[in-house]
């Protein structure tokens, strides 16, 4: 049973949680957070989701990401989501997102890192993650024209390439 905390229209935390699944009321919202890494070669770690999963079966999608539980801050989740589905320990406890996007029942966090891993070492999580690959801006929008990827509006996806070494929407 997955517990997630509430927060207001501004990100205030409630003194509430609920029990994923359940119904929220219209004025409260929950927190996801999302992982991209990027290697040195300017390539993205993508996961391909499980056949079985409910949302986006068989889909690609960017490194790793999912809901904040219950006493998590944005940083643990990150850090947590990471190492559930794809192994990898990382240090998030210093790192702010590099932006946040709304979305109807909540805000979307993401985390943008450089980090050459070895995909050989990784340990997918068998109930998320089918398999790992290291894909470019163009074979991931590739996907997604080819309907085998999250359907991310295109712009995004070429944000996250572009963003991931500053914060910011403008080039310094």
């Keep these: 049973m ?6 207001d229209i501004h990100r205030n935390k409630l003194a509430k949680q609920i029990v994923r ?3 929220m009321a219209l004025d409260e919202f929950h927190l996801v957070v999302h992982v991209c890494i990027f290697n040195s ?3 993205m770690l993508i996961q391909q989701r499980q056949p079985f999963k409910k ?13 904040a539980i219950a006493g998590e801050t944005s ?6 989501e990471l190492f559930e589905e794809l192994g990898i320990h990382y240090n998030f406890e210093h790192i702010r997102p590099q932006f946040t996007i709304n979305f109807e029942r909540g805000f979307n966090d993401y985390y943008l890192i450089e ?13 998320e993650v089918q398999a790992v690959k290291w894909a470019s801006k163009e074979e991931i929008i590739t996907l997604i024209n080819q309907k085998k990827f999250i359907p991310y ?10 963003g991931r070494h500053h914060y910011g929407s403008i080039r310094i």
Excluded: H, M
């Design 2 to 7: 997955e517990k997630w905390d509430l927060y």
């Design 21 to 23: 699944g359940d119904k």
């Design 41 to 43: 070669q300017g390539k």
């Design 55 to 67: 949302e986006w079966p068989n889909l690609w999608d960017i490194t790793c990401g999912g809901s």
């Design 75 to 80: 940083q643990q989740a990150a850090s947590r």
């Design 115 to 127: 980090y050459d891993v070895n995909l050989n070492e990784l340990t997918l999580q068998s109930d």
């Design 153 to 162: 509006y295109e712009s995004i996806i070429a944000y996250l390439f572009e």
